[in-house]
DNA sequence: GTTAGGG
DNA sequence: CCCTAAC
């Protein structure tokens, strides 16, 4: 039996022989990696079962690895095995799992990392000269006749090379060739057109699906036949149901940009572009029963074989994209009928050139499914910078407690502030702070105090400087031409009781007013967000009254927990300028005028 | 341009 | 936050 080391998924056209009449791969695809790669070794029995390999197999294949300069190391150990086995051909073999410090999980199944495929197909399929030789792969073509004919490749791959370096030659590969009609050694010569090596497999299952895949560039395996004009791919025989991902999954060999290991079922939307050059009938091509029955289980296993681009994949895709300006690709906006996980292949890069000539890098996202085109920013945090939530809850650890000291800090203790404070806030913001020193009863002074506290106090400043000091919001144009802000930004606790005192001294409604006066310093709140978060602090202010007696630690907290003083001092104004939502009006007033701290604020307005 | 209210 | 009607 025969011994077989391979790393799925990677080793296609990477195959030599090695002696012993073993068969190894040379992991010469992934030399290319950045990230250092752990690769266990292990040993598949003829059960299925995956045992460790001995360290002198381990060695054996080190020995080989360290032949290709290959930036990686095995360990002999193993971990929780979950590779399958790749084929049913051998009845024993080695298995190498690849192990990123991503996770086992990314390579679940020994699936294809398409960007480690993506790059290394770049390498191996090369600016090939368009039909050297137009010998067409028909059905039992003269195949025999070129098989010792040397590959004109500069590589010179002999048959009998041991380590071949020549590089795949499409040209002999025309016309329509399927691989299930082939023989062992057409088969041979196919692989060996494919990848430009030679293989002494003779499992055919393994040469199909090796070639298969090589020639998608995809773990796509359901297909045997291919039509192959121009160097181009041009048509894949179907025989399940995977249709839909038929002209994402052709590669096209001149570009060979696109990749998409889709699931199966998965809808994708076509590239136009791709679509000019692949032809996608599948009716009219459906091999049926093409091949053999005894395929169906190598074959449907392997149709699982397919995982989705990872994120990081994406943005380097994307990143790559931004930086050559070659607009190969271009993604259609796809029509609606897109399902739940149509939405995660969304991300395809796409470019456009608008009008004024410059060139716009795009992502097709996938809002609401309306194919809105965002610009496409590489390695951005998606989600709300981690610091505005944290900032709150240093600035308010203990929803409750701690607030209410630093209120009551604030409103005592000048001592609090730094010596810089006064001069600090002079520069940032002297009108207002002028006209609230004004005629302004001494609570309401204090008051301001607070929000000061939060706006400019040193050791607060982190809590809002995402705001002042980014004056490029990132904006992102809707499908009406308008714009939108493309970042939400958490309301902090200190915006929070500036709005509340704006309200309390200017009014509810004059957002403009409050917007101008008291919010100055934050050029990203529009008076209609004041007036937003301002109806959201009354909707919470007065929800949170049934269950105010006992239990108002249990908040909740997906929502930022606004501090119980603040929202007292909502209700308060609230009731006062009898903004009292009308369905909430279960509450009782009493309470909250009676026991709020501040009544100072009672004849003010 | 602002405000109010719905989405 | 966005959108839009109604000031």
Redesign the pocket.
Known sequence: METEVGVEGNDEGKFEEAGFGKTYSSLSSTKQLTDPVVYKLVRVEGDGRLVPATDDEVMEVKGLLIDEKSEMHIVADIGQPIGCISNEGSSSGMLLQLESSEGLSQFENTEVDPDKLNARLEETVPSFTPSLIDSHLHQSGSIDECSNTPVLTEGGALPSTTVTTSKPDFSKLNGEICLDNLSIKELHETFKATFGRETTVKDKQWLKRRITMGLTNSCDVSATTFIIKDNKLVKKGKEDGCDNVDGALAYNLAVGTTINCSQQGAPISHGSQLEDQVVSDKRNRSTGDNSGSEDHHTEQRAAKRVRKPTRRYIEELSEVESKESSGKLRTTVKSSAFGQMSSKFHFRPVRNVSSDGRTVVTRLDSLGGSGIQIPCVSRVRRSRPRKNFMALLKFNPNSMGMTATLVKKALGAHSFLPDNYESEKAQSAPAQVQQRFLGVPDKDKQFTAIGAVGGHHKVLKQVDSSGDSDDN?V?VP???G????????A?TLSEVMKLVEGVSRYG?????????LAFASYS??????L???W??LLKASFAHIPSDKGVNSRKNAATMPIPEPILLRVRELAERQSQVPPNLTSGKEAGSSGSSVHEKQSGYL
Do not use: P
């Open positions: 919001i904006t809707t499908s009406k308008g714009i939108r802000r493309k970042h939400h930004r309301w509810a409604g004059r957002w403009s007013e409050i917007k101008r990203y709140r529009t008076s209609v967000d007036k937003d978060k109806r959201n």
